[in-house]
């Protein structure tokens, strides 16, 4: 069963930076995608951005430009650099799997493995 443990979130004011770390370990090879969702209160569970083994990358439009996913394949570890926050970014943010080859989607359904969530709370 593959796991996956989140690190890097807490509280930051508008226009700070944080960066989210992803660590997957268990029966996992070298090609699959990870990314992150992000859940606010009342809302749906939204993509935030996600990449693939060989280094392709997706972002949400209202993330694009402002993050940054990284990952180290050797580590199977992945990263979301933050910056620029807003108020609107406050959510649980979740790590995620999924088993793809190459193609970056972007819906959570499609996700085989999820971590546990970690908080970010951006005040204004």
């Known amino acids: 069963q593959v796991q996956l443990v989140e690190s890097g979130g807490g509280l930051v004011q508008a226009g700070g930076s944080l960066r989210l770390s992803c660590a997957a370990s268990g029966p996992t090879s070298s090609i699959y995608v990870m990314g992150w969702f992000r859940q606010a209160p009342g809302k749906e569970r939204e993509f935030v951005a996600a990449?693939?083994?060989?280094?392709?990358?997706r972002y949400s439009d209202s993330v694009k430009g402002r993050f940054t996913i990284s990952r180290e394949n050797a580590r199977n570890t992945v990263f979301l650099r933050m910056n620029s926050l807003k108020p609107e970014d406050t959510a649980v943010y979740f790590c995620?799997?999924?088993?793809?080859?190459?193609?970056?989607?972007?819906?959570?359904?499609?996700?085989?493995?999820w971590g546990q969530g970690t908080q970010v709370t951006v005040s204004s």
């Open positions: 995620a799997l999924d088993r793809s080859i190459a193609t970056i989607l972007t819906t959570s359904g499609e996700y085989d493995y």
């Open positions: 990449m693939n083994w060989s280094g392709g990358a």
